[in-house]
């Protein structure tokens, strides 16, 4: 149940139903409510004209007799008018108000008193008469438990100094209109229906033909193989779906190019790792055959000394496929200048193998209220020690015996920054952008006794420093012992504020 819900409620499908039918559904209800107020009201206003037109006729029919009395003669047409029908029952009723009053106008007619000029006794009279004489006064009623619709006029007389005022009431039962505006509202109500269920098709066929591209699409995803990594086609997409197609495009390419940089990096490590063990089984084979025990040691002194080779080529390796995997460090505040003193007393016994003089100046104060002891960075504080751990290792291996290294750190507006400079043999800077590939070894000349390396400390060192927010670059070093000049590597990571 809980997995249905999710899928529906992230459905495009069901909010654009959800949002769409119910606010037409709506409308069309509202709009059917009032188209049958409507046609109640008109048919409230033609029953209501039938009904007034034998009022204003009796109305006129009342005369003066020679002797001031009142008399009514109604017309034919007034008496077929007032006749009742099958289902349709007429009231009416002439009266002369007695006694008179000065004016009948907005005055309670149930209180008024008068005399039957024609009609029937009892009909009930409304609550209060017209302001003006002649304006009719509508009103429903009950005469002998019948419901029924009235209406009322008023009228003064006069005759020779003689005034007559006289009220009308004409009634009719409402059986007959009940049932008119009853078979309208249901007419109107199949027509609305009908219209209704006519739009809600339309919607939800509207919102399925609005998604079959996205159908199309997500079809052609799950038709593709595992190791197609196309790009999307984006030109049968719908124009608001075109940037997702290009976000996924861009996913695509950003793993594709991750699968490369795993492919190649696997081709290159079997290949580095490929030479030296068959360099040893070579060497292993010989130290199998031979007889004297002098050579027999130094077959086996070159195994172990290769041996540590690929020791450490594999600890690079494993080193370089950690900082290439995906997502950021882990951010903290590092002190880059105890990091750093720590580096140079790592590989302060390799660098006196080599008769190296490796050291480590103290910050000077770049900036101000900062303490020169203190070079703060922001970010992993093993990664950036595995960076510049790798930039000592590079500079021990490739600067060449009795050359000075020095590790300094220091800090300005954006950056802390480590450097490790020697006045050894240098780089051609024409190549110092490529020995930052992997297995990229640079010029011959920068070879120290311990040989040309893997070519993987400046890539490792890069990755590592990548993935922290910062970089390394390569500048001139010191005057070099050979009259050239030496290699500076600076770590740059960004500054913690």
Known sequence: MAWIKRKTLGSIRFWLLVLLIPGVVTLLLIDSWNDYRSLTDITEQVYDSALLEPAKVLETSVEFNTDGTLRIDPPFYAQVMLESRAGSRKYFRVEEVTPGVLSLAGTNAQQSEGRTLLGMQGLPRPANLADNEGLPVFYDASYRGDAVRMVALWRDLHYHGVHRQIIVLVGESMSVRLRTEHEAGIAALFRDGRMMLIVVLLVWFSVEWAL???????????????????????????????????????????????????????????????????????????????????????????????????????????????????????????????????????????????????????PAEVLPLVSPSQVWALGSEAEIHESLANLVHNAINHAGRDCTITVEVGMDENWAWASVSDNGHGLDPLLRESVFMRFERGNTQRQGPRGSGSGLGLAISLAYAERNGGTVVLKDGEPGIDGGVGLCAVLKIPRFR
Not at 291 to 300: A, F, K, Q, T, Y
Not at 323 to 329: D, E, K, P, S, V
Not at 340 to 356: F, G
């Open 212 to 362: 079959r591209p996205l159908k199309r699409l997500r079809h052609e995803v799950r038709a593709r193989r595992v190791d197609n990594l196309m790009p999307l086609d984006a030109e049968h997409v719908p124009r608001e779906v075109v940037p997702l197609v290009n976000a996924v495009n861009h996913h695509i390419d950003l793993y594709r190019g991750i699968l490369d940089k795993q492919a190649q990096f696997l081709a290159d490590a079997s290949h580095q790792l490929r030479t030296p063990l068959a360099i040893m089984l070579t060497q292993a084979q010989y130290a199998r055959r031979e007889p004297d025990i002098v050579r027999l040691r130094e077959s086996l002194s070159a195994i172990v000394m290769q041996l540590g080779r690929m020791t450490r080529l594999t600890e690079q390796l494993l080193s370089l496929a950690h900082a290439n995997r995906q997502g950021g460090a882990r951010q903290e505040k590092v002190d880059l200048n105890v990091l750093a003193r720590d580096v140079v007393l790592q590989y302060l016994p390799l660098a006196r193998e080599q008769n190296q003089d490796l050291g480590w100046a103290e």
